[in-house]
C-alpha cells in the first residue's frame, strides 16, 4: 500500500500533463505527429532538416501556426505502436516517420492519415507493396534504394591495402530487416565482382552487436562495412569502439556515420532528406490535398570522409570527398 501511495502521485502527474497537452493545442491549424522509433543523433537531422521545411512554410510551433505532437518509442516496438495509435486518435493531420520502423508502423495502422517517410528505403524495400506493387495510397515522402552502396563498397579495395592474399571485409546485418537483407546480398554480389571476401554475421537486436562484432574482428578482416539499417544505426558506437581497438576501419554508405568516426561514405545527406519529405509535407499541409503528391526518391547525396579517422589508418581519400567536422 506505501508503494501504492507513492506511484499514485506520478500517475496523476502523467495523466494531467497529458491532459494539458491536448488542451494547449491552437485550434485553426493543422497537427502534425512526428513519430521516431529510437535516440540516434545521425537521424535526428533528418526530423531537423523536416522542422526546418515546415517553418519555411510558414508552419511552426512557436508561430502558434502548427500543432506539433512528437513521440520517440526509444526502440520498443510495442511503444512504436500505441504512438502511431494515439497519433491517430488526436486526429493528427499527417505522420511524419523516422525511420523505416516508424514508417512500416504507421502503415500497418493507417490507410487514411497521409504518412510522410524519411530515412526509410522504397516501399518495394519495406515489402509493404500490394501485390501488384502499388505502393500504400497514404504513403508519401522520400524514400532511397540500394543502388548507392556500390559507390560507398566499391571504395574500400582502392583504400585498404589487406594483409593476406584476398581484401576481407566484415559485416553485420539484421536479419529480420527486410532493406538490410537485400543490402547483404547485394553487397554479397558486389563484393565477389570485386574480388573481395565478404565476412557477414547475422544479429537480431542491438544487444547482439557487441558479441557479435567481437567474433568478426577475430576473423581477420581487413575492414568493416557499417550496413544501412536501424540496428547499426543505434549501435554504431559500439562498432566504432571495438574496430578502432581492432585496428580495422569503418566504412558506410551514410554521411551521417561519417561524422560519428567512420571513415568515408558516399549516401544521402540526412538533413536535406527531412528537409525533402518537409517541402512535400508543406504542399499537403498548404493545399490540404494530396493529389500530384507521390513518393520521392532522395535527391541529395554527398561524398564525405572523416580526416581523423582516415588520418588513424593512413588513408588517403579522393580529392572528391568533402571533409566533415
Known amino acids: 500500500m506505501k508503494n501504492l501511495r507513492k506511484t499514485f502521485p506520478l500517475i496523476a502527474m502523467v495523466v494531467l ?24 543523433n ?15 512554410g510558414g508552419f511552426s510551433e512557436e508561430e502558434k501556426t502548427m500543432n506539433l505532437i512528437y513521440r520517440n518509442a526509444q526502440g520498443d516496438i510495442p511503444t512504436l505502436t500505441q504512438i502511431v495509435r494515439y497519433m491517430i486518435t488526436q486526429k493528427v493531420d499527417l505522420i511524419a516517420t523516422c525511420p523505416s520502423l516508424s514508417t512500416i508502423a504507421a502503415i500497418q495502422n493507417t490507410s487514411e492519415i497521409p504518412i510522410f517517410m ?5 516501399p518495394a524495400l519495406m515489402e509493404v507493396e500490394d501485390a501488384q506493387g502499388n505502393a500504400p495510397s497514404n504513403l508519401f515522402g522520400v524514400a532511397e534504394n540500394l543502388n548507392y552502396i556500390d559507390t560507398s563498397f566499391s571504395i574500400i579495395p582502392k583504400l585498404v591495402q589487406p594483409k593476406g592474399e584476398r581484401l576481407r571485409v566484415g559485416l553485420l546485418y539484421n536479419q529480420s530487416e527486410p532493406q538490410s537483407v537485400d543490402a547483404f546480398q547485394r553487397l554479397q554480389r558486389l563484393a565477389a565482382g570485386l574480388d573481395v571476401e565478404l565476412v557477414a554475421r547475422p544479429v537480431n537486436t542491438t544487444a547482439d552487436v557487441q558479441l557479435v562484432a567481437g567474433a568478426l574482428l577475430n576473423e581477420n578482416i581487413d575492414a568493416f562495412f557499417a550496413n544501412p539499417d536501424n ?27 561519417v561524422a560519428r568516426g567512420a571513415v568515408a561514405a558516399y549516401g544521402a545527406d540526412l538533413y536535406q532528406w527531412g528537409y525533402q519529405a518537409g517541402k512535400q509535407a508543406v504542399r499537403y499541409l498548404k493545399n490540404g490535398s494530396t493529389e500530384g503528391l507521390s513518393w520521392e526518391m532522395v535527391k541529395v547525396r554527398e561524398r564525405v570522409y572523416n580526416p581523423e579517422s582516415a588520418g588513424r589508418f593512413g588513408i588517403e581519400v579522393p580529392g572528391n570527398y568533402r571533409a566533415v567536422e
Open 231 to 257: 540496428t547499426i544505426f543505434s549501435s554504431f558506437e559500439t562498432i566504432m569502439k571495438a574496430c578502432n581497438e581492432a585496428g580495422v576501419p569503418v566504412f558506410t554508405s551514410e554521411a551521417g556515420l
Open 42 to 56: 545521425t537521424i535526428e537531422q533528418a526530423r531537423i532538416g523536416f522542422m526546418d521545411a515546415l517553418k519555411e
Open 118 to 122: 524519411m530515412v526509410s528505403p522504397t
Open 17 to 40: 500533463a497529458l491532459f494539458t497537452a491536448c488542451n494547449n493545442r491552437q485550434e485553426g491549424v493543422p497537427t502534425v505527429g512526428f513519430v521516431d522509433a529510437f535516440e540516434d
